[in-house]
Nanobody
Framework: EVQLVESGGGMVQPGGSLRLSCAAS????????MSWVRQAPGKGPEWVSS????????SYASSVKGRFSISRDNAKDTLYLQMNSLKPEDTALYYC?????????????WGQGTQVTVSS
């Protein structure tokens, strides 16, 4: 059974930083692209970032490029999202998902999410 457990969310002031983690189990983590997806209140899911199985290739939504950094530790089966220069519009429930930008929706393996709130 695929399990994805996010952590690291919280409340932070604009301009602050947070690091999200996602612990994966139930599948071969190192063979899968992984993604971060977020959903703001009243809005649909928004793809944020993806990383290739080995970590060499990454991609970002234009709204977060230059501020967020995705990474992974295949020895620990863990995915990360370093978020810097946070803005109020980054407030959302953040999910990790199995798959890349074109496949995470069809795979349907998402965690429960971790809340990020950016507010002064």
């Amino acid at each position: 059974e695929v399990q994805l457990v996010e952590s690291g969310g919280g409340m932070v002031q604009p301009g602050g930083s947070l690091r999200l983690s996602c612990a994966a189990s139930g599948f071969t983590f190192s063979s899968n692209s992984m993604s971060w997806v977020r959903q703001a209140p009243g809005k649909g899911p928004e793809w944020v970032s993806s990383i290739s199985p080995g970590g060499a290739s990454t991609s970002y939504a234009s709204s977060v490029k230059g501020r967020f950094s995705i990474s992974r530790d295949n020895a620990k089966d863990t995915l990360y999202l370093q978020m810097n220069s946070l803005k109020p519009e980054d407030t959302a429930l953040y999910y990790c998902a199995r798959g890349g930008p074109a496949t995470y929706q069809s795979k349907g393996d998402w965690g429960q999410g971790t809340q990020v709130t950016v507010s002064s």
